[in-house]
């Protein structure tokens, strides 16, 4: 990507425009493809420059780099308030639904929100794989994606089967097999039959990253493994992740520690 006089477009490593700069925003290339903006709106190219979607939506949403392989992936482009239209990479409309909101495509699924409010699942066909009929989810992660209903948060298979009952406070993504969550007052970590592998003994804790995560016991803070040991034990006030190492605070002094401590 390069500028000029606040224009943006792509040049070759020998200095030659490849895509003249015509846009007020470009991002980089996925799978051959690129979102860019002008006059406002929303459109896609290639890496020829050739222009694949129109530059006339409000909003576009291209799928990661891993669906986008598989072939039939989708762009999805909001080009009014609750109107969606799908286009395939060549930027030939596939379908429209009429939805409040749609999500990018993540493991071959698209979350929507639809006109009564409640969440469901496109497939990347286009059909409903999942009807609305939850009050939030978010994106399938190792198969399952977390969904909420009165009853609490929960976590459903693609097929929309609940794999693991709604009964959480709070609940996050899985990876690495271990997930977050919050029953009643406390966080625990679950795998993915919804057995605690880390029962919720935790006032606070972090999703589980790296084999590390920070919790609280009582009132201080320590680093846990997968196991459930101490990586670095509850002694300090304060705990954040700082990138492989983490900054702590103890008797208002700020440090750092690895990630064994």
Known sequence: RSSYRGQWGFMTRGGKW???PEYSFVEPFRMNLSRVLKDKKWGVINTRGEMVVPTEYQEIFLPD????????????????????????????????H?????????EGMIQFHSKQGLWGFLNKEGDIAIPAQYAAVA?????????????????????GKWQIEPQYR??????????????????GYINPQGAYVLPPIYIRATPMHDGRAIV???KKYGVIDREGEWAAKPKYSRINTFGPHFLVRRNQKYGFIDRNG
Do not use: P
Not at 71 to 88: K, W
Not at 98 to 106: A, E, P, S, T
Not at 170 to 187: C, H, M, N, P, S
């Open 65 to 96: 780099s891993s669906d986008l392989a598989k072939g039939r992936s989708l762009i999805a482009a909001n080009r009014f308030n609750i109107s969606q239209h799908f286009l395939d990479e060549q930027g030939n409309l596939m379908y429209t």
């Open 216 to 218: 609280r016991k009582k």
């Open 170 to 187: 709070r609940a996050y993504d899985f990876d690495e097999g271990i997930a977050l969550v919050r029953a009643k007052t406390r966080f």
């Open 18 to 20: 490849r895509v003249k």
């Open 139 to 159: 994106d399938f992660h190792e198969g399952l994606a977390k969904a909420k209903t009165s009853r609490g948060w929960g976590y459903i298979t693609k097929e």
């Open 98 to 106: 009429q939805f409040r909101k749609v999500g990018d495509c993540r």
